[in-house]
């Protein structure tokens, strides 16, 4: 796609420098769900939830903790359909990713979040956290799926580091 600055797995793999965490972001219209891996980037930790005000401030605030956690690459949930089209969701994410890239030199790549909501609200309500802790946690619990499954791949793939 024309001015997509993100990278594909193995481009993402390369830009990113050894012994840096990678961070994952599950991109809501209300808040910014994030999850940071460990230096061996084989565990996904959920971190915060950052509440959206203006893009200017979200975007300082998301890499004022990533240089903070000496973040090394954004891993963003892609919200596709469930017939893995994309609609308006994906489009805004996009959106967002343009927006950032011209403020940061850290590499971004996309990893499919269908699912990660529901995954992790049925994993809460089977733990039976209440309504106001599920609303409290899930974004960036989902963060957190999608960063992990990020990490499962690239172990799987044998390009961890």
Partial sequence: ???DPTLSLEDFIA???DRT????????TKTIGLALSDLGRGIASPMETIRRKKF????EQLLKICNEQGVGGLVLGLPLNMDGTEGPRVQATRAF???LAPKTDLPMTFWDERLSTAA????????DSSRAKRAEVV???AAAYILQG???RLGFMGLET
């Fill in 15 to 17: 830009a990113v420098p």
């Fill in 1 to 3: 796609m024309a001015n």
């Fill in 21 to 28: 965490r990678l961070i994952g972001l599950d991109l809501g």
């Fill in 139 to 141: 974004d960036k619990m």
């Fill in 120 to 127: 992790v609200t049925r994993t809460l309500l089977e733990a």
């Fill in 150 to 152: 990020f990490l499962d």
């Fill in 97 to 99: 990713t343009r927006n």
């Fill in 56 to 59: 200017t401030l979200d975007a």
